[in-house]
């Protein structure tokens, strides 16, 4: 009867893992949330490092007008030509914040507003949306596996 | 003892259930694979109702130089309109295939390319790239949660 009991308690304890996990799907959303917001910062402080260490390994950058960026080397080279714009500033909302049931797997989307000035100093302003797709990391930490956007503006 | 063996046999299958939802992954991303293929077959037919139909219930279509056509009848709207395009042909192909552990979420990314008339007859093409999102529907089939694109081309 004590083993019974041990594989009884191993049952409900397995139970209540799986239970549990079904629940961390909230505080997972929660996280992913903060990497967005986080990330954000990153770009209106136009910190190069810390923004490109927001992306995973393979990650990459689907940005309008310019191929896709995928890698560490790609992805610096393409965010600090946005960086380096004049004027270039960037934010970002996210609307909607989504996470598998697993929780290695997730996403953000959202609205954003850029403004810069083009190359004869004129004020240049634009609005959209983005979807961001977020992978969590060994560590527990959620990096950007694509990021992408567009305007709503007409052409 | 009968009891017990009873557990025990719960238990190893419950692991076993277990072991086998890992190892769906490569067929999740079979499915979604094919949900994105069987998807494009319906833009090059422009068959709107199947290309509405693969789109989740709160699903979100985020073209550009349009606002997020969010839901059933929005989606319908902006893709009917799309089809209306004069010459409109649109055609693409996923590079990268990914689903979460839970196989209740993925994606599909790759290339597009666009080909039209503009209002003066005139053909305008375009490649670019795309991010699917797909949600995993209680019937067991894949559709879209978010779908995005942009242009490679310079502006």
Redesign the interface.
């Known amino acids: 009867m004590k ?2 009991k041990r ?2 308690l ?2 409900v304890i ?1 139970l209540m893992a799986f239970a549990a996990k079904g629940q961390t799907n909230t505080s997972a959303e929660d996280s992913i949330r903060a990497a967005d917001a986080a990330w954000e910062k990153t770009y209106e402080a136009k910190d190069l490092e810390k923004a490109v260490a927001f992306c995973d390994e393979q990650g ?1 950058l ?7 960026a995928t890698g560490r080397n790609a992805i610096t080279k393409l965010t600090a030509s946005a960086f380096a714009i004049p004027d270039f500033r960037l934010t970002w909302h996210p609307d ?1 914040v ?10 953000t ?1 959202g609205s954003y507003t850029w403004s810069f000035k083009d190359a004869s100093g004129k004020p240049v302003s634009d609005k ?4 961001t ?1 977020w992978k969590k990391q060994a560590d527990g930490s959620w990096k950007v ?2 990021d ?8």
Chains 1, 2 share one sequence.
Do not use: C, E, H, I
């Open positions: 083993t019974m594989v009884m191993a049952v397995t990459s689907l940005w309008p007008n310019s191929p896709v909607k989504g996470v598998a049931r697993s929780g290695d797997l997730g996403y989307s959209g949306k983005y979807l797709v596996l694509f992408m956007f567009n305007t709503d503006m007409p052409q």
